[in-house]
C-alpha cells in the first residue's frame, strides 16, 4: 500500500453553475429554474471521487476573487483536504443548461484567468516542496493562460524527484509535454492517443500497439485507453487486457472521465493489481455516466457494477 498521500493538483479550476431550462428558444427570455452550484476542474473531480471511495487525498488548486473563495468553500464541504495558491484573477465561472424538454445538455465554457508568472513559480514551489511526499500526483484539466506549455512536464519531474507516481489527465501540448518528461500512468482516449503516437487515426485493432510504443520510448508505464461504452483497454509492457463498461442508462458523461482516474490511483495506493485497478476505474466511470449534471458516481452503482464485472467481465475480455 501506498504510504504518502495522494495530491491532486488543478490550476485551471472552475466554479460550475448549473439550471434547467424547459426549452431553449433563440431571443426569448428564457425562464431557468434555482441554479446548483458545484466545483469543478479535473483534479478537483478527482479528488472529491477518491474521497468518495473512502481516501483522504489533498486537492491543490488555484482560487481568485469571489468565485475563487465560493469554489473553496464547495470543495471543503465535501471533506476535502484543500490547499490553495490563490491568484489575481477571479477563478473563471461556466454555465450548464439542461433543456428538461429533450434532455439535451447544454455547457457553456470560458477560458480561464490568466496566471502570472510569479503564480505559476508559486504552483511548481508548493508541488517541490510538499511534504510529506506524496505517492501519486495527479495533474489534470487544462491549462489557463499564462502557464507555459511544459508546465505539467516540469510537474513531471518534480514527481520522478520526490518518487511519486506522476499522472497526467490532459490533452494537446500539454499531455505531450507530460509524456516527453514521463509519467507513470496515461489515460488517454483513442483520438489522443492517435495525437501521441503521431498519425491521424488508429483502427481498434491498433490501440493496443500504439499504446505500447508509448512504453517502448520510456514516455509511460502504463496506458488505460478510455474507449466509452466499450470500456477501457490495459496495456502494459507485458500485458494487454480489454476490461468492458458494464450495460448503463447514460444519462451524463460529465466527470466519468475523473472518476474513472480516482478509481484506477484508489485501488492502485491498496496495494491491488493493475487489473482490479481498471476495474474499478470502469465501474466508476460508469457510475457516474448514470447521474445527469455534473454529478459523481454513487457508491451504491459502484459496488453493483464492480459485482457486474466480477461475474461477467471476463466472458467480454480480450486478453493476450
Not at 428564457?30 to 471521487?49: M, Q, S, Y
Request: hydrophobic share 40%; with cysteine; aromatic share 6%.
Amino acid at each position: 500500500m501506498a504510504t504518502g498521500p495522494i495530491v491532486t493538483l488543478t490550476i485551471n479550476p472552475a466554479l460550475d453553475k448549473s439550471a434547467n431550462v424547459d426549452r431553449i428558444v433563440p431571443e426569448n427570455k428564457l425562464r431557468c429554474d434555482t441554479p446548483n452550484f458545484e466545483a469543478g476542474g479535473g483534479g478537483i473531480n478527482v479528488a472529491k471521487a477518491i474521497h468518495r471511495l473512502g481516501g483522504n487525498p489533498i486537492a491543490i488548486f488555484t482560487i481568485g476573487g469571489p468565485t475563487g473563495q465560493r469554489l473553496h468553500k464547495l470543495v471543503k464541504s465535501e471533506g476535502v483536504e484543500t490547499l490553495v495558491i490563490e491568484t489575481k484573477q477571479w477563478t473563471r465561472e461556466n454555465f450548464h443548461v439542461l433543456e428538461t424538454s429533450t434532455g439535451f445538455q447544454y455547457r457553456f465554457g470560458v477560458p480561464g484567468s490568466e496566471l502570472m508568472p510569479t503564480e505559476v513559480r508559486s504552483i511548481l514551489e508548493t508541488i517541490e516542496e510538499f511534504d510529506p511526499k506524496p505517492s501519486y500526483i495527479i495533474a489534470s484539466g487544462s491549462l489557463p493562460p499564462g502557464a507555459p506549455d511544459d508546465f505539467y512536464g516540469q510537474i513531471a519531474k518534480i514527481a520522478h524527484k520526490q518518487g511519486a507516481r506522476f499522472i497526467a489527465d490532459a490533452s494537446g501540448d500539454a499531455l505531450k509535454s507530460a509524456t516527453e518528461a514521463g509519467v507513470y500512468l496515461l489515460k488517454p482516449n483513442i483520438t489522443e492517443l492517435s495525437q501521441l503516437v503521431g498519425v491521424d487515426k488508429l483502427e481498434m485493432d491498433d490501440v493496443d500497439d500504439a499504446a505500447r510504443a508509448l512504453i517502448i520510448r520510456n514516455q509511460c508505464e502504463v496506458v488505460v485507453v478510455s474507449m466509452g461504452a466499450m470500456g477501457a483497454m490495459l496495456v502494459t509492457e507485458d500485458q494487454v487486457e480489454h476490461i468492458p463498461a458494464p450495460p448503463v442508462k447514460k444519462k451524463s458523461a460529465v466527470g466519468a472521465g475523473d472518476s474513472m482516474v480516482a478509481g484506477i490511483v484508489w485501488t492502485l495506493s491498496q496495494g491491488k493489481s493493475l487489473r482490479e485497478a481498471v476495474r474499478m476505474g470502469v465501474a466508476c466511470g460508469s457510475a457516474a455516466t448514470m447521474n445527469s449534471g455534473s454529478e459523481l458516481f454513487k457508491m451504491q452503482d459502484v459496488n453493483k457494477l464492480m459485482d457486474w464485472l466480477n461475474r461477467y467481465g471476463k466472458r467480454y475480455s480480450g486478453n493476450s
